[in-house]
């Protein structure tokens, strides 16, 4: 199996540092992005600027602890354990990491340290898949039509919070202390509330010739630009990775907010 892996960070250009993180090994593979904070001693996040924001956002960030953290120890977990178990005991410590960090929890700027995940182990042609939040799975076949990708709880989320059927949705505003509050308490692993986020696992077949790609969110648009499979096509062909990351910093710095996000993925071609 051919392997690839990138992660580019998108500091340069944001108000917070990088908080993705992955691991790897032959045949388990994850990709960890950590959940944007609010900046540290700001009463009215709603009233300061995007130099403010990165004046205060902490650095480094408890983000970046949860996802460095979940990576790790899912793989170790992994080896002996199923893709759900592993999710549950890689949880398990980022709780852990919560009760000796951050043991009073205020759901703004003493938020949980946390992060969202994705993961595969491909053994005999067949894939095993784990996620939650917005990091994704998309699998291709060798003509590039797109066979299968796993779903997105926060935009299954999104729609839901943003329609006329959630009360919760009048007066609400991102900005305010009271909306994220409201949103990180009551619909973030609230199985109790409709909307709220959740996890699955699955398995899918392989075909030989098969190119799964692991990502976080901030590569979502990438893959619909008019020269991305072209661009990953000559990767697989070549293995050289230089031109890819060239490409990739390019776009960055010509649009950040569709290309310059901090991003993470793992491509893997099934032989």
């Not at 008019?226 to 000559?234: A, E, G, L, T, V």
Request: charged share 30%; proline share 3%.
């Amino acid at each position: 199996m051919k392997i690839f892996s990138f992660q580019f960070d998108g500091s340069k250009y944001s108000e917070k540092p990088q908080e993705d993180a992955f691991s790897l090994n032959q045949d388990t593979f994850c990709v960890a992005d950590g959940i944007t904070r609010d900046p540290i001693g700001v009463s009215k996040v709603e009233h300061i600027n995007s130099q403010e924001n990165k004046e205060h956002y902490p650095n480094p960030s408890p983000a970046k602890f949860a996802s460095n953290l979940f990576v790790n120890e899912f793989l170790n977990y992994s080896k002996t354990h199923s893709i759900e178990e592993s999710f549950k005991f890689g949880n398990r410590k980022v709780k852990e990491l919560n009760q000796e960090k951050n043991p009073n929890p205020d759901y703004l700027e003493n938020d949980f340290w946390a992060c969202v995940a994705v993961s595969a182990k491909i053994k005999d042609h067949k894939l095993n898949w784990g996620v939650i939040g917005d990091c994704a799975i998309k699998v291709f076949s060798q003509d590039w039509d797109l066979k299968f990708e796993t779903p997105n709880s926060v935009k299954i989320f999104e729609k839901y919070f943003f329609s006329d059927a959630n009360k919760d949705l009048k007066d609400f505003d991102w900005k305010t202390s009271k909306g994220r509050t409201l949103v990180r308490k009551e619909f973030r692993n609230n199985t109790n509330k409709e909307g709220s986020y959740g996890a699955l696992t699955g398995e899918v077949n392989l075909e030989q010739g098969d190119i799964v790609v692991l990502y976080s969110d901030g590569f979502e648009r990438t893959f619909n630009h008019s020269d991305f499979q072209q661009k990953i096509q000559k990767l697989i062909n070549t293995g050289d990775k230089t031109k890819f990351i060239e490409w990739n910093k390019k776009l960055g710095e010509s649009n950040y907010d569709n290309y310059g996000h901090e991003r993470t993925m793992i491509i893997l071609i099934n032989n």
